[in-house]
């Protein structure tokens, strides 16, 4: 007992020594940024067809390689699967995770986690039937509803369903895939998940034009970047990437128009592309660090569209995903 | 008179054929394919009852898989909607396309696209070793052993894995996925679970306690922890201990945890057969004056090893299969492609899933039985000593 004591504290000086090192110089000696995330998730992070990786959560890791490198190839992705993410950030295995994690305050605390930011917000919904002529979640009182048993999912529905008083049906199964194939045949008249996630479902659905997401949402679920405690150079830097790719969306800077927008003479755009002030380098970056991100990636709205927004398959809404400005809750304070 | 006449009669009646009659076919209740049937199929009550129960379950289950992998299945198209019963109007079997497209990454996962001829080489240069050891009339077989178990290893991973100083860029494992892992996973299992899992099981037997006891220890240890733990162990929890420099490499992780459990299921088979050796053949071995290892090599390994062939293909048949576990520590093997692909939006289906895993099955069954078919061959062979 004792000796496995002594071995579980040289094991906690090795992940202290791994958390206080200098990351962003440890990636640059490296050549290579170590992202964590999500090979399995439509839109998020998913390999395509010729391997490479995909996905809104996998650009995040890309904007962060592009600000440090200017290569925004310079990531190697490594897949985690929900358990053992964590662990893989905590040891170092990975600079930071970009997985689809939620942030909750027990994830950002006791485990170490600092979220850098929401780069979706994502939360619990519902997909049903079009022919069913529900169009709101409280009218689901006498529906019986699919549900992967053991998830949080499950417990957000009961709460649900309790602070409405409605009464309930649910019928669970040990995976998402087996629940909507139920869904799909008819066994339930609602299937409920994380939204980001039914979308890509719906598709897998015999005729995918008959059902809708309906507008509630029922939890909150803000999925962002995650570094580990200890490294607060590092945790500005992630921090600020997307909030680079925030920031140049609501300044309508694109990866398309970037180079001209270096001779723009809107403070806002001087101060974020480096052209006035020295804000990259505060950051242990390049004056040009921004430029980078949105030429190599692009920005937040791009990379919304591209993986899945309307220029994607999933075609989900931008929803609270919008900027502040168009009524939505991506806002990112300024650079200056 | 009549009595010479009837001898007469008798003399003449008195007949030696000259040549064989034509051999006459069996009756035609004993012949053909109704007597195989009635003979095979339907001879007791047990029997016929079997007959009927299995003859339904092809009928119910047989045209089903003909019907959804041929007759209905789509072969041409270049998105979801070509397998789509709503935009197609007919039902709708398999979804090829959608493999056609995703083939590329079943066979190399991420590996980077103008290196994968690599990867082609490797395939060759293992198909030519294998080819060479099992065909017994291959030329120079002796060879054949050396590339296959010296040069083919280090050509495999200059080629695989990569060396800067002849101008093969370094390909991170992590990029590799697909067949290209699932091979080159079952192949170093295959390759190290035999050798070390024989002189663990002679370590088991062996009369020096040290030996014994590590044998025993090893064997037993790695038999009562499940494979995706040890794995698991090996992901997560390895790099809290190690420093991330010092942490060996993923797969090579993965290829070590599995060949240690093959080896050690591999000493108990080969256990069992030195066990079934007769003690006469120790000890007559031993007053001609070998040495244990001459023993072993000449007289006991080849007379266990023959009778272990269907267990240690056995073995092998599921170490085969268990390489899927090493989607635990992040590397792609061809069923976690298949997972991959089934996900994505672009070919998103009700049919997706079952085509992938459709196409997962039929890899799967074409490795394993012909693994299994060239075993039979090589136990038939191998038996004819005794037949004689």
Known sequence: ?336 | MTMSEGDLAVTELHFVRGEMVAQQPPPASMRGPMAWVRENLLSTPFNIVMTILIALLFIWAVPEVVKFLFVDAVWTGADRDACREVVQHREIGACWPFVWERLPYFTYGSYPIPERWRVDVFFLLLAVGIGWLLWLNAPRRDLGAGYFFVVLPIASFILLHGFPLIGLPVVDTNLWGGVLVTIVVSAVGIVFSLPIGIVLALGRRSNMPAVKLFSVIFIEFVRGVPLITVLFMASVMLPLFVPEELSPDKLLRALVGIAMFAAAYMAEVVRAGLQAIPKGQFEGAMAVGLSYWQMMRLIVLPQALKITIPNIVNTYIGLFKDTTLVFIVGIFDLLKTIEVARIDPKWATPVTSTTGYAVAAIFYLIFCYGMSRYARATEARLAKAEKR
């Open chain 1, 1 to 336: 007992m004792k000796r496995i004591a002594i071995l579980l504290a040289l094991a906690g000086i090795f992940v202290s020594q791994g958390a206080s090192a200098q990351t962003l110089k440890t990636v640059k000696d490296r050549g290579i940024l170590n992202c964590g995330s999500n090979g399995t998730l439509a839109g998020f992070g998913l390999p395509d067809a010729q391997g490479k990786w995909t996905g809104l959560d996998v650009d995040v890791c890309r904007a962060v390689a592009a600000a440090i490198f200017n290569d925004a190839t310079k990531v190697k992705f490594v897949a985690l699967t929900a358990k053992d993410r964590f662990t893989a950030l905590q040891s170092g295995e990975v600079d930071l995770l970009v997985r689809n994690t939620t942030w909750t305050s027990s994830r950002d605390t006791s485990l170490g986690l600092n979220f850098t930011g929401v780069d979706y917000y994502d939360g619990q919904g519902f997909l049903v039937r079009k022919s069913l002529k529900v169009n709101s979640a409280l009218e689901l009182g006498e529906a019986s509803v699919c549900v992967q048993q053991g998830t949080t999912t499950e417990l957000n529905l009961a709460d649900y369903f309790r602070a409405h008083n409605m009464k309930l049906k649910t019928v669970t199964f040990a995976t998402a895939n087996e629940a909507v194939k139920a869904y799909d045949a008819g066994r339930c008249d609602s299937y409920t998940s994380d939204a980001s996630a039914l979308y890509g479902e719906r598709l897998r659905l015999a005729n995918s034009n008959d059902h809708i997401v309906l507008p509630e949402i029922i939890s909150k679920e803000p999925l962002g970047p995650a570094v580990r405690h200890g490294d607060d150079q590092w945790f500005d830097i992630v921090k600020w990437v997307l909030f680079a790719m925030i920031n140049a969306e609501e300044a309508g800077v694109t990866s398309k128009n970037v180079d001209e927008m270096l001779k723009s003479t809107n403070p806002d755009v001087k101060r974020l592309l480096g052209t006035e002030g020295s804000y990259g380098e505060q950051l242990g970056l390049t004056k040009d660090w921004a430029v980078r991100i949105v030429k190599l990636v692009g920005n937040y709205g791009e990379v919304f569209d591209r993986n899945v927004g309307m220029g994607s398959p999933l075609k989900i809404e931008r929803g609270l995903n919008k900027l502040w400005n168009k009524g939505g809750l991506q806002y990112a304070p300024p650079v200056r």
